[in-house]
């Protein structure tokens, strides 16, 4: 290939993403606002006209957000590539540290995280601080904002840079093969971090109590004990300090199993509506979701590390996105598959997001055997109703990417099994 004719292809697959997604979410835009002023039937008793309006613009008022972001996304990754940025920090890079080297190739995947950070930045600072504000849901402090970006600098400092340092070293040292090695490396990586991360990472982030509340506790150890599931104990966490949005969730495996409650969603449900959504998650366990997800996640990983082997080795694939043959060199090669990767794969999405929705309705099938439907069907109508969701998605949008089930259409199927 000609790295011309690899650039038009590049282009064109940017386009045809970014055509795609915004009339997608154009879609969601038009049909939410439509339906901005009739509850659908099936909560015409729980959820009130006022409540669902307020869903409506706070959907609205996301998507032209998501529009922005989308758009702002590939704008960089075109300046990046074909624009000569990635280049011109190589080469500004090339000042410093002798280019080519291994601190040479840190310094740029490193400068690369950093700038796109920047990009993110005022997308996230108008989430927080303008819509969830303007909709009720932040609790998040211009403070608190700071010291959470310090911790994670921090974090990603003390464990990005060796592991991006690990990742060149391997790609370099170890041949023709490098890409089983730097799986295997991945796949070491995921599992320890999903061994420290309930115990040391999160805390550095929230605070964990161990549940005090008897009548909860009683319920929940029983349903565990009946669901044959062991866990080394029951949290709460104060979500409420960032946001009222409430959720509940499992991390960790094996022996530091651990099962947490956002303090938002205790303060909202029922006893019984809490048992339900935590027999929803168990549902998760019991069908062995999440190793699915990453036995997928480590075949594509594999399959990408082989096809990043691969176009190394041809030169119009540095040449076509816009890197000269003198900076060539491993770190580019890794940057710009990452840049353009999301292009080439994003029909992937849709199937993923498929994938999905069939984990939440066995999760939920689960939970209606192990609880009540009912008690189910409540907490989700509150949960809705609470984080301000659309009960009225665009079908066609919900179907590439949402990654939960339409709301109208999980209420049926769980009182159907009733
Ligand atoms: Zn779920």
């Known amino acids: 290939m000609s790295p011309q004719a690899f650039s038009t292809l590049f282009l064109f ?24 002023d009739r509850v659908p039937s099936p909560f015409a008793e729980t959820i009130s006209a006022d409540a669902h309006r307020k869903a409506a613009d706070y959907t609205c008022a996301r998507m032209r957000l998501a529009m922005t972001d989308v758009l702002a996304g590939a704008i960089f990754a075109v300046a990046l590539t074909c624009g000569g940025l990635l280049l011109a ?11 080519g080297s291994l601190a040479h190739g840190v310094a740029l995947l490193a400068a690369l995280g950093i700038l796109s950070w920047l990009v993110e930045l005022p997308f996230s600072l108008y989430r927080t601080f303008v819509i969830e504000k303007r909709f009720g849901f932040n609790r998040m402090t211009a403070a608190l904002y700071a010291a959470d970006a310090a911790r994670e600098a921090a974090l990603a400092a003390i464990i990005g840079l060796p592991v991006l340092a690990a990742v060149l070293w391997l790609m370099r040292a170890m041949g023709a093969n490098w890409w089983l090695w730097v799986w295997l490396f991945w796949l070491a990586f995921n599992l320890l971090a999903l061994f420290i991360w309930p115990t040391f990472i999160a805390p550095l982030f929230n605070k964990f109590t161990p549940l005090a509340d008897e009548t909860l506790k009683t319920r929940v150890e029983n349903l565990l004990t009946r669901c044959g599931f062991r866990s080394r104990g029951l949290f709460v966490m104060d979500g409420s300090r960032r946001s009222a949005h409430g959720n509940a969730y499992f991390t960790g495996f094996g022996a530091a199993k651990r099962i947490v409650f956002f303090d938002t969603l205790l303060d909202k ?39 990043l082997g691969w176009l190394m080795t041809q030169p119009w694939f540095f040449a076509g996105l816009g890197v000269a043959p003198d900076a060539a060199d491993t770190a580019t090669a890794l940057a710009l598959f990452a840049i353009a990767l999301p292009f080439f794969t994003f029909p992937v999405g849709p199937l993923m997001s498929h994938w999905s929705r069939v984990h939440e309705f066995q999760a939920d099938a689960y939970a209606a055997r192990q609880t009540r439907a009912d008690d189910l069907a409540h907490a989700l109508v509150k949960l809705y109703r609470d984080n301000a969701s659309t009960l009225t998605p665009d079908p066609l949008y919900s179907q590439f990417f949402d990654s939960h089930p339409p709301a109208a259409l999980r209420l049926a199927r769980l009182l159907q099994t009733q």
């Open 89 to 99: 920090i190589h080469h500004g890079l090339g000042k410093l540290l002798e280019a």
């Open 13 to 36: 697959a940017v386009a045809v993403t970014l055509l795609v997604k915004l009339t997608l979410m154009v879609r969601q835009f038009r049909h939410v606002r439509a339906h901005r």
């Open 269 to 307: 449900l029922s006893v019984e509506e809490v048992e339900a959504v935590l027999a929803h998650e168990l549902g998760h366990f019991h069908h062995r979701h999440i190793w699915k997800r990453l036995a997928v996640l480590a075949a594509m990983t594999l399959t990408m590390l082989w096809l």
